[in-house]
């Protein structure tokens, strides 16, 4: 089936440094979605991408919709202890409904 | 709070007893999703609503789990006989249906502990 790889599984920053996070598939979707969900919590929208190349911001976090549409960037800029979290990647076939497929997930660390 | 909610939050149970969790969706939303999340993954499709309908259902989705959604707002998952690798975090989400893109919206889950 589908399915959606993370890299890097983990990262430990410092206060202050940018961080770059990427999200491949094998298959093409016509949706990327970028999540944060915090411990115990569940998924919280970030950043949604409709069209191949686009690139969207949302406050110190970018993201991009791959040309080929089997893969998308976060950027998350001057990183603070708050962005702390596991982010997910997903990807939907369709832009009108389908499931949400997600990936495993990168896991962020900020050292204050 | 006009999220989606999920109760109850946590769920200690015996492996062979019966649980029931239940999703109240955003007011106006008539999708509505469920999604498991096992420790260290993302979350995976289990079902979906659309109004009172459930249009589709994962294979995951075993014989003991049902769903459903009388009303087409509240909507509840069971699941029966509980197995120990039931345990997970279990996942609703909602959305309203439009001919654009939808954004689907997450409850905080229900953690359900097997033991």
């Known amino acids: 089936g589908q399915q959606l790889n993370q890299s890097p599984q983990s990262m430990f920053i410092q206060e202050g440094e940018d961080v770059s996070m990427n999200c491949t598939s094998s298959?093409?979707?016509?949706?990327w979605l970028w999540y944060k969900q915090d411990p115990g919590e569940g998924p919280v929208l970030l950043i949604a991408?409709?069209?191949?190349?686009e690139l969207t911001s949302n406050g110190r976090l970018t993201a991009q919709f791959g040309i080929t549409r089997k893969d998308s960037f976060l950027n998350i800029s001057a990183s603070i202890p708050s962005d702390v979290g596991i982010y997910f990647c997903?990807?939907?076939?369709?832009?009108?409904?389908?499931?949400?497929?997600f990936g495993p997930g990168t896991s962020l660390s900020v050292i204050p | 709070d006009t999220g989606v909610s999920q109760d109850p939050r946590h769920k200690i149970t015996k492996r062979g007893q019966n649980v029931t969790f239940r999703c109240d969706p955003i007011?106006?939303?008539?999708?509505l999703y469920w999604y498991r999340q096992t420790l260290g993954q993302g979350p995976e499709f289990l079902t979906y609503?659309?109004?009172?309908?459930?249009?589709?259902k994962s294979r995951l989705l075993s014989d003991r789990f049902s769903a459903e959604r009388p009303k087409g707002s509240f909507s509840t998952l069971e699941i029966q006989r509980t197995e120990q690798g039931d345990s997970a975090m279990y996942l609703c989400?909602?959305?309203?249906?439009?001919?654009?893109?939808?954004?689907?919206?997450f409850g905080p889950g229900t953690r359900l502990l097997v033991l």
């Open positions: 989400a909602s959305s309203l249906a439009s001919l654009g893109a939808e954004t689907q919206y």
């Open positions: 298959s093409i979707f016509n949706t």
């Open positions: 991408l409709y069209k191949a190349g």
């Open positions: 997903a990807g939907q076939r369709y832009t009108s409904y389908d499931k949400v497929i």
């Open positions: 007011s106006e939303h008539n999708r």
């Open positions: 609503f659309q109004n009172e309908a459930q249009l589709e």
